[in-house]
C-alpha cells in the first residue's frame, strides 16, 4: 500500500529554518513527481513545491528562494528545506503524489 508520513515540522521563530522530510513506500518511488502541499486553518491546501522523478523542481512563488525540495531516490525520501521563515508559513504541511496525501506535519512560525 502506498504511504507517505511526513515529519520535521515545529515551532521556529521568524528567520529560522526547519528540514521537512517523507518517507515513501508501497510504490515506484522514483518514477513519479513529489509535491508538497500545505494548508492554513480555514484557507485552501496550497502548492508549495514538487520535484520529478529527474529532479526538475518548481517553487510557488510565495517560497521561491526560501524553500529547496530534494529528493533521495535510495532512502525514498522526499525533503523540504524551509529558510527565512515567516510567520505566513505556519501551515500544516503535506507530502503528495498524485492521488495520495500524507497525514501532514505542523510548521508555526511565530514569536
Known amino acids: 500500500q502506498v504511504q507517505l508520513v511526513e515529519s520535521g515540522g515545529g515551532l521556529v521563530q521568524p528567520g529560522g529554518s526547519l528540514r521537512l522530510s517523507c518517507a515513501a513506500s508501497?510504490?515506484?518511488?522514483?518514477?513519479?513527481?513529489m509535491n508538497w502541499y500545505r494548508q492554513a486553518p480555514g484557507k485552501e491546501r496550497e502548492f508549495v513545491a514538487f520535484?520529478?522523478?529527474?529532479?526538475?523542481?518548481h517553487y510557488a512563488d510565495s517560497v521561491k528562494g526560501r524553500f529547496t525540495i530534494s529528493r533521495d531516490n535510495v532512502k525514498n525520501t522526499v525533503y523540504l528545506q524551509m529558510n527565512s521563515l515567516k510567520p505566513e508559513d505556519t501551515a500544516v504541511y503535506y507530502c503528495?503524489?498524485?492521488?495520495?496525501w500524507g497525514q501532514g506535519t505542523q510548521v508555526t512560525v511565530s514569536s
Open positions: 503528495n503524489r498524485m492521488a495520495y
Open positions: 508501497g510504490f515506484s518511488y522514483s518514477s513519479y513527481t
Open positions: 520535484i520529478t522523478s529527474i529532479g526538475g523542481t
